[in-house]
């Protein structure tokens, strides 16, 4: 009689991709619980959203270098970050899985993003950019998280997004 397990596969994440994970959605989650009363962080946060879930859907490195991977990378679509991202995407197999490279093409308001719009005015991002740019970031970021899910990567999606008290 043959006994059926939970199948495991040798590329879950690792600690510092399910932090990314994790951090990808709360962004969003918080971008979202913003948007009417602070647009600018609503905006800022938003752009993290894609940021963490593109990295986490890289192959696993030993932990020590994923933080100089994810330097690398850094935090805009720009055109260094697309370069580098292109590098880590070439060295690692698995990441063809996924489509992590060029989302300011498929979602130009990305363009729009970078981490220092934190700093403008308070008027300087509107409720309807804001909702833009976090419908775009959720839209990415929901694709690669289902993605990892599919392939069996996140064992479950609850444990990510819980907050401990």
């Known amino acids: 009689m043959y006994e059926l397990t939970p199948m495991s596969w ?10 990314l994970v994790s951090a990808a959605l709360r962004h969003l989650d918080d971008a979202r619980t913003l948007l009417a009363a602070s647009p600018v962080q609503a905006a800022y946060l938003a752009g993290y959203g894609p940021e963490c ?3 986490a859907a ?3 490195w030993p932990d020590r270098d994923e933080g100089v991977r994810n330097r690398a990378i850094g935090h805009r679509f720009d055109q260094p970050s697309e370069t580098a991202l292109q590098w880590f995407c070439d060295l690692d197999p ?6 992590l490279l060029d989302w300011r093409a498929s979602e130009p308001v990305l363009n729009e993003w970078r981490e ?3 700093y403008g005015r308070s008027d300087s991002v509107t409720v309807r950019k804001a909702r833009r740019l976090l419908d775009a970031a959720e839209r990415l970021t929901t694709a ?14 609850g444990s990510l997004v819980e907050v401990k008290a």
């Open 58 to 60: 890289l192959a696993r």
């Open 10 to 19: 040798a590329h879950e994440l690792s600690a510092t991709q399910a932090a």
């Open 116 to 118: 220092d719009i934190r």
């Open 144 to 157: 690669t998280v289902a993605q990892l899910w599919a392939d069996g990567r996140i064992d479950s999606l």
């Open 94 to 99: 698995l990441a063809s899985r996924y489509t």
């Open 53 to 55: 879930a593109r990295k």
